[in-house]
């Protein structure tokens, strides 16, 4: 196992409109319905005191939760039931003037609904200003679509302008005066319901911009619900579920039984200790490299059972990390302060051997489109090759340290890299401007979140920071707990939406904190020596793999008890699988 030095890091591990009450439907087509209770909706409906609430803490205003609970009927397209709770209630979803505006406005009654938004009486002059010129508007382009081009000039003339309201759209309509016909193709459908479809993004775009007391929300009560739900799951400490996983019935709570702490399998084929591991991007293998000069390619099973697919022979150094391709077909491996090896994963062959003049490799990775490689060199320089081997860029820069880790970020943009002891260059490739992270102690290795906005890096003075790396960087969480001391131990980022870090040790344990507050969650004994590397499947919410210096990978799962009471038994694997050489071609 290499011993990290004092000047540098160690090399190893190195959604239309829907049904309103009284009128027509703008988009279902069920009159029938609300023709069916026109008696029902005429009669006028008394309201309760606004002031009543419902709820043990009394701060559901009754009012406001019945016509949201109304909405949502309209919405669901339950008229009928919907026009019954007003009635029953006394509540009605909307004012009785709020109601003729829209009526009017389903009508194309332009000129009416004007007058009546006027009378609901809003305080916000700007967004009176706002709706008059959506329905003018659409009384403009109605005009224009009937040829009643004098017409609407004079609406463009003596209604629109004088509101004062959006002037490059009010040249837009001038302009349209000029080929009427051209310009009405391109804002409809050419369907012939080009003034129902319109009229009902009239109403959208009103219910966005009238207060919602005015006009409630189409979803509202779905976007309450939604947010109830966040929050539980937001606050759930041990939240690794999918989302529909979530119910309506309970309040959400998730145990401690869904993290990943049990091991289901012991992969023992490497026979020197195992330095780095990761799951490919499909989640369907797991990639390993060690001490023993080799890398294992293994093959995950619909149950969840690992397989020896390919043991990768041909470096002459321990292996100190092997990297997914971008597409899951090729992997890398770096041997340390030897060469770079590109695999086929389907058949375990060697497909390129990248080296430079007797200069031996520390990092490397992928191109984000996987057209090519980069890799920090033992001379502290940065290579860039294309898959077939030609060289296409190298530079040192004012690197004092040779490059313990390097990535490039998803889109391309960005590269990656420990630059100095205590710094992590953010070279953009684009601008050709580079920003830099400082830290206080040095860097040992870091990894890349899958939104590319975050970095966890792990330092020599026993911490773990997580950086945001969006415009300026920035610390966003600390996380303390494990053991380091001499090796380079390496944490990662996993579970629902990343939600986790996980993290090495070398007291031989597994650490897992929760990743926005930085709680350590569990502690993870079962290997017989450090733990430098750990990989969270990223299809998988509960399957966690460790790296040990006792020559084995554990396989973690979730903690299920049998119908005896009894633990799964942990299974060993020793397959010798495919043997794969490579001479280096």
């Keep these: 196992m290499g011993v990290v030095e004092d000047t540098e890091p160690p090399l190893k591990r190195a959604k239309l409109l829907a049904d309103e009450p009284n009128g027509n439907s703008s988009v279902r087509g069920s009159s029938t319905v609300t023709n069916s209770l026109g008696d029902l909706m005429a009669r006028p409906l008394t309201s309760q005191g606004d002031d009543e609430t419902i709820g043990s803490k009394g701060v559901i205003k009754k009012s406001e939760f019945v016509r949201i609970i109304t909405r ?24 009785s003037v709020v109601k003729e505006f829209l009526q009017q406005v389903k009508d194309g009654k332009w000129d009416e609904s004007v007058v009546t938004l006027h009378r609901i009486g809003l305080l916000d002059e700007k967004a009176v200003k706002s709706a008059s010129f959506l329905l ?6 109605e005009l224009l679509k009937f040829d009643k081009i004098a017409d609407a000039l004079r609406t463009l003339r003596n209604e629109i302008v004088p509101l004062h309201v959006n002037t490059k759209r009010v040249h837009e309509l001038a302009s349209s005066l000029i080929s009427p016909s051209k310009f009405i193709s391109l804002t ?86 195992v330095w780095f591991l990761q799951f490919s991007h499909n989640g369907k293998y797991l990639a390993s490299s060690s001490k023993d000069q080799t890398a294992i390619i293994w093959e995950i099973n619909a149950d969840g059972h690992f397989s020896l697919k ?14 997914w391709s971008p597409d899951d077909r090729q992997v890398l491996t770096c041997g ?28 490397c990775g992928w191109y984000s489109d996987g ?57 953009d490739r684009e ?35 997580l950086w945001n790396i969006e415009g300026d960087p920035k610390i966003v969480m600390r996380y303390k707990g494990h053991k380091r001391s001499r090796f380079l131990i390496r944490s990662c980022f996993g579970g629902y ?70 633990k799964k038994q942990v299974q060993a694997s020793s397959s010798n699988g495919v043997l794969h050489r490579c001479n280096g071609n």
């Design 72 to 95: 949502a009927l309209y919405s669901l397209g339950y008229g009928k039931t919907g026009a019954m709770l007003e009635e029953e209630s006394g509540i009605p979803m909307h004012q």
């Design 431 to 465: 601008a050709t401007v580079e920003r830099l992270i400082e830290e206080e102690d040095m860097i040992t290795s870091f990894s890349l979140s899958n939104d590319n906005k975050h970095l966890l890096v792990n330092l020599l003075n026993q911490e773990i920071r």
């Design 310 to 323: 390919h043991k990768l022979v041909g470096h002459q150094k321990p292996v100190t990390a092997i990297l």
């Design 136 to 141: 003018l508007e659409q009384k403009f382009f």
């Design 497 to 566: 939406q990343q939600a986790f870090i996980a993290s090495g040790s070398e007291d031989s344990q597994v650490y897992i904190w929760h990743r926005s507050t930085g709680k350590l969650i569990i502690e993870l004994p079962g290997h017989a020596g450090a733990v430098n590397c750990v990989s969270w499947s990223p299809t998988n919410l509960h399957m966690l793999a460790s790296a040990s210096d006792d020559g084995t990978i554990r396989i973690w799962g979730l903690d299920r008890i049998n119908p005896l009471g009894q």
């Design 188 to 273: 409809t459908s050419g369907s012939g319901k080009e003034s129902f479809d319109s009229r009902s993004k009239v109403l959208e775009e009103l219910h966005n911009l009238l207060p919602a007391s005015v006009m409630i929300p189409e979803k509202r009560l779905e976007c309450l619900v939604e947010n109830s739900l966040h929050i539980q799951r937001d606050s759930c400490a041990y939240h690794n579920t999918l989302d529909s996983d979530l119910s309506l019935y309970s309040d959400h709570q998730c145990g401690k039984h869904q993290i990943p702490s049990q091991t289901l399998q012991i992969l023992e084929s490497h026979t020197d200790e």
């Design 336 to 363: 340390a302060e030897e060469v770079i090896k590109r695999w086929d994963v389907d058949l375990g062959d060697c497909a390129h051997t990248y080296e430079k003049g007797g200069i031996g490799s520390v990092s």
């Design 371 to 427: 057209q090519g490689i980069i890799a920090g060199m033992t001379d502290r320089s940065i290579c860039m090759w294309d898959l077939d081997g030609r060289e296409m860029e190298c530079w040192k820069g004012q690197r004092t340290q040779k490059v313990s880790d390097i990535a490039m970020t998803d889109d391309g943009k960005w590269l990656v890299s420990v630059c100095k002891g205590s710094v992590i260059s953010l070279f």
